[in-house]
Structures are given as C-alpha cells and as structure tokens.
C-alpha cells in the first residue's frame, strides 16, 4: 500500500482483509508510513495522518506515538489542524499521560481566541480529559467565558465547569454565582447547562444548596413555560417541548425539595400540573412522568399528590414496555412502606405482573407483591402467591416460600390455615426451603393442640403420595410419632374418615427409612417415629424392635448411636420405654426450636435467665432421668437432676433440622452450658453483624455469624465471605438463608471454622453482599478480635 493513500482507501483495504493476520500487516504497512511522515519537519498532510491513525486506535491497535504530533497541532493556527489535533488529544490523550500538560498553554490561548469554533475545541477538550492541576489553571478563564454574551460558548463553558467541580471540589464556590445568573437565559442549551452545573454543585455542598433553594420559583416558571408552551419546531420531541431540560429541572427540584417544607410548597402546583397534562402515551411523555414521580416522592409534597403519583405508576403498569413497566415496580417497592394504602389499591395489576415472562418482571412483582400482604388481605394474597409458587422459575423458587412463610406467620387468621398454608407451600417446593422451615412448623403444630388429628391425618395421606420432598417427610414422621395413636383411631372430625391400621403406618414409615431419596437427617425422623409408636400401638412392638435392631449397625454413625440407645430401652430399660418416648410438651415460642428470628446465643441466654422451677415437663422421678446418663453402661455416681436435663429434649440447640429429635438420650448433660457471648462486629444502614466463638481446641475455634435486618425493607441475595491470613486455614458452612425479613423478623446464621497455629496473630475480614429495593451493597469488616481467645 501507498504511503499516501487516503483515510477511505486504508479503511477499504483493512475491511477486504480475509484474515487477523493480513490487517495486521496492512495496519503495520500504514503506521511504518505515517511514522516516518511525522518525522518530517515539513508535512503538508499531517492532519490527514493523524486522522488514519486515529482510525488504526480505534481498531484497538498501538497508537500512542501520535500523542506529539497532537500536541503540535494544537498549536497550529489553522482550524483544520487544531481540529484534528484536540481530537487525536481527546482520544489518545488523559490526564495520566505527562504530555497532556503541554496542551495546558494551548487550551488557555484557544480559550481566548476570537473564533467561537476554536474556544468551543478547547472547552470540549478540557471537559473530556482535563487534570485537576489543568482544571485548577484554567478555572479562572472558564467562570470568564460562563459571563460571556455568546450562548454558544456559555453552554460549552457550563458543562466544562460540571467536569472541573467534580476533579476539584473546592472550585465550585467560583463557579456558584455564574450558574445562578443563567438561569436567566432563554437559550435552552445554556439552560440546560446551567442545570446540570447547579445539580453538581448542590449534590458537593450543602451550604451551596440552601443558596440555591431560593431560585426555586426561577425553576417553577422556566418549568411551567416548558409544560405550557406551544408547539416549538426547534424543541418539540414527540409532542413534548424539550423534554431533556424538563427531565434535568424536575431533577434538580428533587434536590432542592428534600426535606424542606418551604421549597417542597413552591413547587406542589408545578408538580400536579405537569402530572396532569404530560402525554403518558409515548415513551418521551412517561420519562417526565416518572421523573415527576420520583420528585413527588421524595419531597414534603401534599398526600393528595403523593396519591397522585401513585397512580401514575399504577398506570406504568399496564404499559406494554416491560422496562417501563420494572421501573415502576421497583419505584412502588420504594414507597410502599410510607404510602402502603395508595400502593394497595393496585394490588390486582401488581399480582398480575406474576404472569409475565421475563424474569426481571417476576421478581419485581414478587417482592412487592410480598410487602402488600396485610391482614385484611393474607388470604386472597396467599392464593395468588401459591399459584405462582407452583409455577415460578426455579430460581425464584427459594425467595418466594421464603415470603409466604414470612407473611403467614406475620397474618395467620388461624392456626389451621397457617398449617395448611405451610403444608402448600412444602408439597410444591419443599426442596427449596430453609433449614429452620421443620423445627418451626413442628413447633407451630405442638401449639395446636386441638389440629393434632387433622395434621396428623393430613400428613399421613401427604406421605403416602409423595416421599422425595424431605422437610416434607420430616414434619409428616414426627407427627406420625408424637400422634400415631390420634391415626389409628380414625376419628378426625375436620377431615374425611380415614382407616389406617399398625402395619399402614410402619410401612409407611419402613418406606422412608429403605428409600434411596431419604437423607439421613429424615431417616433418624423416621427411626424415631418408629420407636415413639412401640409406646402407641399394641400388636406390632416385635416388628418396631426387629426394624429399630437393623439399623444397630447402619454405616451412618448418627442412626447407628439412635438404633442402639433404642434397643438398650428394649432390652435393659423396658420399664423406662414408655417414660421416655412419652409426647413431646408444648415447644415455647422462644425456644431453640423455634429459629424464627432469634440467634442462638439469645436463645441459650433466655432459658439460663429462666427460675430453675419452672420446666416440669418430664413427670419422671429423679433417679430415673440419672439412669438414662448411663444406658450403655456410664458411671453409677448418683446425680442430681437440673431443669436443663429434664428439658434435654427441647432446650438442646439442634446442629441438624432434627437434632433435638434425634438426640433422645445423647444430650442430656448434667451441667447446662455457658453461652458463648455475642460481639457486635458490624452495624450499617440497619444491617447488623453479630459473632460468637467457641475454642475447640488449642488450634482450632468455632466463630458463629449472625446477620439481622432492621430496616422496613426485606434484603435478598444476603451473602458472606470470609478471608483469613495464609497461615490460618478456613471452612465456612452453609448459610441459613440467603434473605434477612424486615424488622428482625428473621435472623441468617452462618458457621465458619478456623484452624491456626499456636501464636498466630490471628485476624479475619469479612464481605457483606445484599440486595435491598432494587439496589445492590457491599461492605467490608475487619476482625482484629477474638472473644475467648
């Protein structure tokens, strides 16, 4: 190729090549020829070689040998040259590189030049890529040019002023009395400038804003003048009279109105005014619609007018945009604490927006759709919820039983329909619930007493249809257990007459126990179920002694322990059997079985504060709960009895969803523990960090995270992450949960274990991630201490 081909020639040739390799080449050619033009002192076609390698950066190939070549035509007297030249600048040129302060000289004269052109090339320049030390130099020449009679240059000079706030704050108290007087302007552009420069200004310093408060009845009429004027060629876009500068002063009103009663009055009747006559049936009219929303809603506006603007997003609903229709979702989530009423009334398009097929949309009107329920409407709500439920996506499938629990046991109406609701829910996504769902349904059932039989009978006929859903199988094997005797009878009055007989029950249970899909976790449920039956049931104790004596020497050490502290109360302590496998009490609501929001450590806190009289819940003489320490041949010492090992059932923190099931016998201690003291490690913008240790060993310590939400908003996607120094070696189990209710309802606990040596300086950091009201946070904490090190 020709040195001297011109820029659409190297452009064709580089567009014909077949492969990477031959534009290499042909790009190689071209760069060798303008390297050598450059070196020229004489070069009639500098500009158009700075243009083709402006072409070859662009491509993303090497060009920073052209950066002096720019500096010297900026400093060329004609136009066509410092054109090119403060282009070439702009785009291979930053305020890192030291030959941008060459140019520093250049721009100031150009700033002074009597062609508006080549001010308008240095104004663009210095607010693409200006320094603050630039910025610094030439400030005084911009707040010149702000007071100048030109309009062209007046709005090039306001938007190169914006650029030079942001590098160096302090400069904005220069430029303050410049951007108040133009706003005085009728040329838009320099309106919008000006704009643009005061919202900067405004948003960097407070005093500078109440300075500003006072030119709100300036911005009402130029905003009135634009909502009220007629048809204008030069600025009509779809209808609407510029729609971008109405967009940047409902902005900055925002600004000027927050908290502050006097500007929020000034601007009221604007503000219903353009709500009222902005066209909302194109796309333009909607984005001054919405920034009118916004405006209304986070000023001291008149609830007529909040009401208002409700409305208007009630009526982005229906739109068929589905952006539009996201936006004003997450803008009612916003506001649907404050103004819950007004949000109500379009509770059926927002239920609607469940149905629609892009996901975004789903999840949008999932989480809103969970913050409208309230008692007066739990019930239609929930019938919604779980029709979605049955048919959401997969990945929304966690989130959305996570609400539904959440708001059935904020607005139960009954405790049946509070069962049946979470029965619902396990059936169709029970793979998808938290840990914590079996204790609290177990939990809620013991409380109601007078729906034993009809859960009893409602979980049975569950089981039977269905066995791969395990918190489902869990829940429907304890009952079995604690109530198989209300079964065998068959004399539920709330659900149809059923009858079952001893051999149904244990091979419904036998099923669970031989089923591949059974987690050890449902098996030991089911184990015990079994062995709670031979105290229920007449006919069939051989059969529960043959099954229970199987699993004496199951691979799974758990079961196996299970198996064989239930074959030595067959065997050695019949005449205990009955005592010990007797129905479980009434669960207190703030016991450990009950996670529904408190943190272990407050849990183990509030049963050590209780009067040592109160558990009388195991009628059992003393002598015979010391016998149970000793089942497989223990110490014959003679103990005395505490509250906590009479309660050993149910005051034990479960490790698993059935570890106070499981451990019958296992964790009856004869000394109640102390609780681990909890340290506040984090507290933000109402997220809170809690942390408790536990040395194991000389080497390794247990360390339990606790998150609570003390907002009025729920917070999805909650995630922690951990990291240690090189010598300490870390594991972190499996969350609780990935989502924190609003106002504590629901706390997230996550174990992490650490291995380190002796004398170690030991620290940990620890990232928070969430998402709360449609915006994503992220912090980070460090721990220096340790509490029991």
């Given at each position: 190729m020709s040195p001297s081909v011109p820029l659409q020639e190297m452009i064709r040739a580089i567009r014909s090549a077949r492969t990477q390799c031959e534009e290499r080449g042909v790009i190689q050619r071209e760069c060798a020829a303008i390297r050598a033009q450059f070196r020229q002192a004489d070069n009639g076609g500098r500009s158009h070689n700075l243009a083709k390698l402006l072409y070859v950066h662009m491509l993303g190939y090497p060009a920073h040998f052209g950066q002096m070549e720019c500096?010297?035509?900026?400093?060329?007297?004609?136009?066509?040259?410092?054109?090119?030249?403060?282009?070439?600048?702009?785009?291979l040129l930053d305020e890192k590189q030291d030959a941008s302060l060459l140019i520093t000289n250049s721009i100031k004269n150009d700033l002074s030049h009597s062609n508006q052109y080549v001010q308008s090339l240095a104004l663009c320049t210095l607010a693409c890529m200006g320094s603050a030390e630039m910025c610094r130099d030439l400030a005084p020449e911009i707040d010149r040019l702000l007071r100048a009679s030109n309009s062209y240059i007046k709005k090039k000079a306001a938007l190169c002023a914006v650029h030079i706030v942001r590098k160096v704050h302090e400069l904005g108290e220069l430029f303050a009395p410049a951007a108040r007087s133009l706003l005085t302007e009728k040329n838009h552009g320099v309106l919008h400038g000006a704009v643009v420069l005061i919202i900067e200004l405004c948003e960097r310093n407070p005093e500078t804003l109440e300075r500003f408060r006072k030119t709100v009845p300036d911005l009402v009429?130029?905003?009135?003048?634009?909502?009220?004027?007629?048809?204008?060629?030069?600025?009509?876009?779809?209808?609407?009279?510029?729609?971008?500068?109405?967009?940047?002063?409902?902005?900055?009103?925002?600004?000027?109105?927050?908290?502050?009663?006097?500007?929020?009055?000034?601007?009221n009747d604007l503000l219903a005014q353009v709500a009222t006559n902005t066209d909302s049936t194109k796309t333009v009219g909607n984005a001054v619609l919405y920034e009118t929303v916004l405006t209304v809603l986070d000023i001291k506006s008149e609830s007529g007018l909040r009401v208002l603007a409700v409305n208007i997003l009630g009526r982005f609903l229906l739109n068929n945009d589905r952006n539009i229709r996201y936006i004003a979702m997450t803008s009612?989530?916003?506001?649907?604490?404050?103004?819950?009423?007004?949000?109500?009334?379009?509770?059926?398009?927002?239920?609607?927006?469940?149905?629609?097929?892009?996901?975004?949309?789903?999840r949008r009107a999932l989480e809103l759709s969970l913050a409208l329920v309230s008692a007066t409407n739990v019930r239609s709500?929930?019938?919604?919820?779980?029709?979605?439920?049955?048919?959401?996506?997969?990945?929304?499938?966690?989130?959305?039983?996570?609400?539904?629990?959440?708001?059935?046991?904020?607005?139960?109406?009954?405790?049946?329909?509070?069962?049946?609701?979470?029965?619902?829910?396990?059936?169709?996504?029970g793979g998808d619930v938290r840990d914590e769902t079996v204790p609290n349904l177990i939990q809620l059932i013991t409380n109601a007493s007078e729906l034993h039989c009809y859960t009893v009978h409602k979980l049975y006929r569950a089981l039977l249809l269905d066995i791969s859903t395990q918190s489902l199988v869990q829940v429907a094997c304890w009952c079995i257990g604690e109530y198989g005797d209300l079964l065998l009878r068959g004399e539920c009055q709330e659900t149809e007459p059923v009858q079952v007989t001893e051999d149904d029950v244990l091979d419904a249970l036998e099923t669970v126990l031989q089923s591949h899909m059974s987690s050890p976790a449902t098996r030991g449920f089911a184990l015990t179920a079994t062995m709670k039956l031979s105290t229920r049931i007449t006919d069939n104790v051989d059969r529960i002694r043959s099954v229970v004596s199987i699993y004496g020497s199951c691979i799974d050490v758990?079961?196996?322990?299970?198996?064989?502290?239930?074959?030595?109360?067959?065997?050695?302590?019949?005449?205990?059997?009955?005592?010990?496998?007797?129905?479980?009490?009434?669960?207190?609501?703030?016991?450990?079985?009950h996670t529904n929001g408190e943190s272990m450590g407050e849990v183990k806190e509030n049963q050590a504060s209780k009067k040592p009289t109160e558990p009388k819940l195991l009628p059992q003489p003393a002598n015979q709960v010391c016998d149970l320490l000793g089942l497989l041949g223990g110490s014959e010492e003679t103990l005395q009895p505490s509250p906590s090992m009479a309660l050993g059932l149910l005051t034990n923190t479960p490790s698993t969803a059935g570890g106070n099931l499981l451990d019958l016998l296992?964790?009856?201690?004869?000394?109640?523990?102390?609780?681990?003291?909890?340290?506040?490690?984090?507290?933000?913008?109402?997220?809170?960090?809690?942390?408790?240790?536990?040395?194991?060993?000389?080497?390794?310590?247990?360390?339990?995270?606790?998150?609570?939400?003390?907002?009025d908003s729920d917070i999805s996607s909650f995630t922690l992450?951990?990291?240690?120094?090189?010598?300490?070696?870390?594991?972190?189990?499996?969350?609780?949960?990935?989502?924190?209710?609003?106002?504590?309802?629901?706390?997230?606990?996550?174990?992490?274990?650490?291995?380190?040596?002796?004398?170690?300086?030991l620290k940990m950091k620890i990232r928070i991630s969430y998402s709360s009201r449609g915006s994503t946070f992220q912090d980070t904490v460090q721990i220096d201490t340790f509490p029991g090190l």
């Open positions: 500096v010297r035509m900026i400093a060329s007297p004609r136009y066509s040259e410092k054109r090119v030249g403060y282009l070439g600048a702009m785009m009429q130029i905003m009135k003048g634009l909502v009220l004027s007629g048809y204008s060629p030069e600025h009509d876009v779809a209808g609407i009279s510029d729609p971008f500068l109405q967009v940047r002063i409902l902005r900055l009103l925002r600004i000027l109105g927050h908290n502050n009663e006097g500007a929020s009055d000034a601007m009612l989530q916003k506001i649907v604490g404050t103004d819950h009423n007004a949000v109500q009334r379009h509770r059926g398009t927002i239920v609607d927006c469940l149905k629609d097929q892009d996901a975004s949309v789903k709500m929930m019938k919604e919820l779980l029709i979605f439920l049955s048919s959401c996506p997969q990945e929304l499938k966690s989130h959305a039983a996570s609400g539904i629990f959440n708001a059935a046991e904020r607005y139960a109406p009954s405790q049946r329909w509070h069962i049946d609701t979470i029965l619902h829910v396990l059936t169709t996504a758990e079961l196996q322990q299970r198996a064989v502290e239930y074959n030595a109360l067959f065997k050695k302590y019949d005449h205990m059997r009955a005592a010990v496998l007797e129905r479980m009490p009434v669960i207190e609501k703030n016991s450990p079985g296992g964790d009856l201690e004869p000394e109640p523990l102390t609780p681990a003291p909890l340290v506040p490690v984090y507290d933000k913008d109402g997220v809170a960090l809690t942390l408790s240790c536990e040395k194991q060993s000389d080497t390794t310590m247990t360390v339990m995270l606790t998150a609570s939400n003390s907002t992450q951990a990291a240690v120094p090189k010598s300490v070696k870390l594991n972190m189990n499996a969350p609780s949960g990935d989502s924190l209710p609003a106002r504590g309802a629901a706390k997230v606990t996550q174990m992490v274990v650490l291995n380190y040596q002796n004398k170690v300086n």
